[in-house]
C-alpha cells in the first residue's frame, strides 16, 4: 500500500484528487494540508510514502515547501502537481529535489503510473520535459540568470512577466505591496532589467512565458 500526503489550498482539488486516487487499490490517503506547515506537521506525524505538492500555496509557496522537506526528508518522493505550465516550474523544482512534475489536468492513469514510479525509487518527466532538462544539463555552465533568483523572487517575477501590478501581486502571492517592490528591485538586479517592460520582455525571450511585449513576439 502507498500512502500518500495531498498538499493544495484547494479543498474541491483535494476532494477530486482523493475520489480519483481512492479507485486505487494500492493507494491510501493518510493525510492532507491546505498549506506548508500544515503539511510539514502531518509529515511529523505519521508515516507517508509519497507527497503530492502544489505550488501556490498561501504563505509558503510549494517552492519553499519542497525545501523544507528536502532538509527533514531527503529521500521521501515528492510529486508536483500545478497548473503553471512546464516552461515555468518543472526544471526549478526537480533541481530542488521533486521526483517529478505533472499539470493537473493531467489523466488518472497517468497519474498513478507517477505515483507508483516515484514510490519505486524512480522519477518521472514528460517527454517534453526530459528534452529540457537534457539541453539544461548540456549547458550547465551558461546558467541563465532567471535560475539564480530565490523561490520566492522567481514568483514574483512571474507575475510581474504577466503584466501584473505590485498591488495585484501582492494579492496573489499575500505579500504587501512593499515586500513586492523589494523583491522587484533584487529580480531587475540579479537579471540585469530596467522596468517591468524589460523584465517581461526578457522573460519572452527565454521562453519562459509567451506572449507579446514592447512589439516583440515569441
Known amino acids: 500500500m502507498i500512502r500518500l500526503a495531498l498538499c493544495d489550498d484547494h479543498a474541491l482539488v483535494r476532494a477530486g484528487l482523493v475520489q ?8 491510501q490517503i493518510v493525510g492532507e494540508a491546505a498549506d506548508g506547515p500544515a503539511l510539514i506537521t502531518l509529515l511529523r506525524g505519521q508515516p507517508v510514502d509519497v507527497v503530492l505538492l502544489d ?10 515547501v519542497l525545501q523544507q522537506m528536502r532538509l527533514e526528508w531527503p529521500l521521501l518522493p515528492v510529486l508536483v502537481l500545478s497548473t503553471y505550465p512546464e516552461k515555468q516550474y518543472a526544471l526549478r523544482c526537480l533541481r530542488l529535489g521533486a521526483g517529478g512534475y505533472l499539470n493537473k ?7 498513478a503510473s507517477a505515483i507508483r514510479k516515484l514510490h519505486a525509487g524512480g522519477s518521472y518527466v514528460s517527454a517534453a520535459l526530459a528534452e529540457t532538462l537534457a539541453t539544461a544539463l548540456r549547458r550547465h555552465d551558461e546558467r541563465a540568470a532567471h535560475e539564480l533568483l530565490s523561490a520566492r523572487e522567481y514568483q514574483v ?5 504577466g503584466g501584473r501590478s505590485a498591488a495585484q501581486i501582492a494579492t496573489q502571492l499575500h505579500l504587501s505591496p512593499n515586500t513586492v517592490n523589494t523583491y522587484r528591485a533584487r529580480i531587475m538586479d540579479k537579471i540585469g532589467t530596467r522596468n517591468d517592460v524589460e523584465t517581461a520582455l526578457y522573460a519572452v525571450r527565454h521562453q519562459i512565458v509567451s506572449g507579446t511585449v514592447a512589439g516583440e513576439t515569441v
Open 20 to 27: 480519483i486516487l481512492a479507485t486505487r487499490k494500492d493507494f
Open 157 to 161: 517575477f512571474l507575475q510581474i512577466a
Open 105 to 111: 489536468s493531467v489523466d488518472p492513469d497517468t497519474l
Open 55 to 64: 505550488i501556490a500555496l498561501p504563505g509558503r509557496d510549494g517552492l519553499e
